[in-house]
């Protein structure tokens, strides 16, 4: 694959490299648009679904997964099977994922945070575990905003922008997650809402 990997983004294996489906994607730029039509996919499926079962559960955070790439991916919705630079021990990811949906709900049922502050300790957790080979951005804010609307707000702007490219929004947003890998949410918190 041609093209640099965007600061902060996790390269792939050659094994997950060889995942991929379509077979004439050769260029970064390539891939990036065919992830994000699927992405768009996975959006418009969950606005067409009667009922989407609660985001605190780890089936549907695959299954989300999976919608987003797997047309993409073949390893799409399927926990990562190697170490990465980030994220937690490989073997733990379905261990740390279920303590977190269950401590997810625990916040929720005795309102521990407010709606907007519990989504954003959400996606940083889910960050943190780094469920997936690809995709774990863009995966934890689709989820973040599902759980604060499921709380009775609204979606997160993220910084208004593509976070996918390179520059200063980019920045912010790695910035403001390693301040809430010291336990500081506050960054976090205000470029979701920027």
């Not at 039509?37 to 089936?59: F, G, H, K, M, Y």
């Not at 994922?97 to 309102?111: G, I, N």
Request: hydrophobic share 35%; proline share 6%; net charge negative.
């Amino acid at each position: 694959m041609k093209g640099e990997y965007p600061p902060g983004a996790t390269p792939l294996t050659p094994e997950e490299e060889d995942g991929l489906i379509p077979q004439h994607i050769t260029l970064r730029a390539e891939l990036n648009e065919l992830e994000q039509a699927n992405i768009v996919e996975a959006e418009t499926w969950l606005q067409n679904r009667r009922s989407i079962p609660s985001v605190r559960d780890s089936a549907f955070l695959k299954e989300l997964h999976r919608r987003m790439l797997g047309q993409v991916w073949k390893w799409a919705g399927e926990y990562r099977k190697t170490d990465r630079n980030l994220g937690v021990h490989w073997p733990k990811i379905s261990y740390e994922t279920e303590t977190l949906c269950r401590a997810v709900d625990y916040w929720c049922k005795e309102q521990v945070y407010p709606p907007d502050e519990l989504a954003i300790r959400f996606h940083h957790k889910l960050v943190w575990i780094h469920c997936y080979p690809n995709g774990n951005g863009r995966h934890s804010r689709l989820a973040a905003d599902l759980l604060v609307t499921e709380l009775g707000g609204t979606r997160f702007t993220w910084g208004s922008a593509n976070l996918d490219a390179p520059g200063d929004v980019r920045r912010r947003y790695i910035d403001s997650l390693h301040s809430a890998d010291d336990n500081d949410f506050e960054p976090l918190l205000a470029f979701a809402r920027s």
